[in-house]
């Protein structure tokens, strides 16, 4: 196996491996999600694991999960969602992405776009990352709180899920995240960031007030055709 690593001009990081993926042999496995409180999303598939805003152990909100994770994508530098060595397991440290840029880490390729928030009160650049994983896309809005995405990503193809905060304080309202979901025409919507008033109110704007949350999310690519914003809450 060879692996190139170069550092581009814009601070973008690309790593390579001669590895043939699953999809470009016809062989998708499922992916599953699980949400672990804040903005932390885990998502698996094979032998291999993701994770989106991975909780500090000098986080004073969040419990920090070892998940063993290959990649840990960070989205702003704030404990609460950048722990990428806790989501390590023993001696198996993850690969972080963190920041604007593009990026292909064994059969995932993904892509980070520069976004406002205000997080817990202050201005932080967030990281929106657009990630191609088991066939499938997924847009990860970590603590967005600006409605005014990059063009880029708005001129992107719908994704398959899309990961978003609803629960103001810095982040989304549930009354913008609901508007920006219908923009972004996602086929599965999971909501982060959220309690208990918060979630209540996006599932109203959202027309999915009957929507009732479960363990973990399953899914193949062909369980996503015909699916539009169909609204997957996932419980910690």
Partial sequence: MMVRVSVKDRGCVWIT???????????TVAMILTFHEGACIRASAGDTTI?????SKASKKYKPVNFGADIAFVPLMHPDMNGSDEAARGEKKAFEVFGPGEYEVKEITAAGFPSGSMYEG????????????DGMSVLYLGAL?????PSEVLEMDAPDVLIIPVGGEGTLN?????????????????????????????????????TKPVDKLTIKPRDIVGKENEVVVLSA
Avoid: M, Q, W
């Fill in 17 to 27: 491996e001669k590895v043939a993926s699953l999809a470009s042999l016809g062989y």
């Fill in 122 to 133: 202050e201005g932080r650049i967030n990281t929106v990352y657009s990630v191609h994983f």
């Fill in 174 to 210: 549930a009354a913008e995240a609901g508007k920006l979901a219908v923009k972004l025409e996602a086929k599965i919507i999971i909501p982060i960031l959220y309690d208990d008033k918060s979630l209540k109110l996006f599932l109203k704007e959202a027309g999915a007030e009957t």
């Fill in 51 to 55: 994770v989106f805003g991975p909780v």
């Fill in 145 to 149: 709180g600006d409605l005014d995405l």
